[in-house]
């Protein structure tokens, strides 16, 4: 079976996806709205993903 990665070494990482996700999506110049319809996901979904 995996090893859980505790919460607190996950933090850093998870941070970083966020903050890239984000760049990544205002550089292309779309809304959170668009990305996620674009995904098949919610835009809160999409929302807790760059949080």
Not at 7 to 27: D, I, M, N, T
Not at 34 to 47: P, S, W
């Amino acid at each position: 079976m995996a090893k859980r990665i505790p919460p607190a070494e996950w933090a850093p990482y998870a941070q970083k996806l966020g903050l890239e996700l984000h760049r990544r999506r205002v550089a292309a110049g779309l809304s959170q709205e668009q990305l996620a319809a674009a995904a098949g996901i919610t835009r809160a979904t999409y929302a807790q993903l760059e949080k």
